[in-house]
């Protein structure tokens, strides 16, 4: 059986959407849950793990070569940006924001071509 070959594009996608997928699921789920108050906020813990997610599907999709990716990639790079918003406006969250804007950016990438 013949391998799919992905382009450059959606080769960093996925390692991008993997890493953030990984990353804001820690950082919800030990860092802010440890951290307590702002950072354990249900609403700010509910946009990361919907962040995770996503993040999670997108690679998911582009692996498996379906065609809504671009769809998908539309909505994780929406979802990452939220996300990095999120975090913005607390301490000790640059892991997350830089995760969710590399992903967001990959992701607008892939939706282009």
């Known amino acids: 059986m013949a391998e799919m070959a992905l382009s450059p594009e959606l080769e960093t ?31 700010h813990i509910r946009t990361m793990l919907v962040c995770a997610e996503i993040c999670r599907t997108a690679a998911y999709v582009m692996i498996t070569g379906a065609t809504p990716h671009r769809q998908i990639c539309a909505a994780c790079s929406e979802i990452c940006k939220l996300c990095a918003q999120s975090c913005r406006g607390l301490n000790d969250m640059e892991m997350c924001i830089e995760a969710c804007d590399r992903c967001s950016t990959s992701c607008d990438a892939v939706t282009a071509i």
Not at 13 to 42: P, Y
Request: charged content about 15%.
């Open 13 to 43: 996608c996925i390692r991008e959407c993997t890493n953030c997928h990984r990353v804001c699921l820690h950082m919800a789920t030990g860092h802010c849950l440890q951290k307590g108050g702002a950072h354990a906020a249900s609403e």
